[in-house]
């Protein structure tokens, strides 16, 4: 059983470009969530997505920022005309939503990003 | 909407000496609650959860956290540390129906030989 992963692991970008990363569930769970964490911080929840359907995302996120699970699979997180605000690692989690799991979700080893 | 307080920022303690990492949450609603553990440069790890039943509810590494409903608490305990257990400790919470898991600011847990 592979677990959450996420692709890629580092970028550092310039200012104003634009970035991609993409995260792989493990394979049964139909859950998928995108957190962003930076240093001494917990996780700060951006959205997550039941299926293809996204089901919330959060309101301190900008315009930015826009993910994608196409076909309930894989997915990807957007973020245009990068800030060096955006720097961070952006952690992917994934879970199965039953009643013999809760909500327990498993985290990939995230993707570190840093603006210059 | 559900909120987690880690009112602990940084915990430092003597190898073998036991530690209690403190958790509040707040929720109007039956939750779901977590303690995961992050290690230097690496991603989160689920270290125990609480769904239901027993309130009690061990890792296999030694810690244990209690469920208190009546004081919305969640707190981590170990007996006896070890300098392997030094790391960020994340309490989280999810209602019940399975909404979005949120987490507290994290521990820092410091193991002093």
């Known amino acids: 059983d592979t677990g959450v992963s996420q692709d890629p692991r580092h970028k550092i970008t310039k200012r104003g470009q634009n970035v991609t990363f993409r995260c792989d569930p493990i394979?049964?769970?139909?859950?998928l969530y995108w957190y962003r964490q930076t240093l001494g911080q917990g996780p700060e929840f951006l959205t997550y997505?039941?299926?293809?359907?996204?089901?919330?995302k959060s309101r301190l996120l900008s315009d930015r920022f826009s993910a994608e699970r196409p076909k309930g699979s894989f997915s990807t997180l957007e973020i245009q005309r990068t800030e060096q605000g955006d720097s961070a690692m952006y952690l992917c989690a994934s879970s199965r939503r039953d009643s013999s799991s809760g909500n327990t979700i498993y985290f990939g080893e995230g993707s570190w990003l840093t603006v210059v | 909407a559900q909120s987690v307080t880690q009112l602990d920022s940084q915990v430092p303690v003597f190898e073998e000496a036991p530690v209690e990492l403190r958790c509040n949450y707040s929720?109007?609603?039956?939750?779901?609650l977590f303690w995961y553990v992050q290690y230097p440069n690496q991603g989160l790890q689920l270290l125990l959860k609480?769904?239901?039943?027993?309130?009690l509810v061990e890792s296999i590494n030694g810690f244990e956290a209690e469920f208190n409903k009546s004081q919305t608490s969640f707190h981590l305990r170990k007996p006896s540390v070890h300098i392997s257990d030094t790391a960020e400790y994340f309490c989280a919470v999810s209602a019940a129906s399975y909404d979005k898991v949120i987490f507290g600011p994290g521990t820092s847990l410091s193991v002093i030989p």
């Open positions: 997505f039941q299926n293809e359907a996204q089901l919330e």
């Open positions: 609480y769904l239901s039943g027993s309130t």
């Open positions: 394979s049964e769970h139909n859950r």
């Open positions: 929720s109007s609603v039956s939750v779901y």
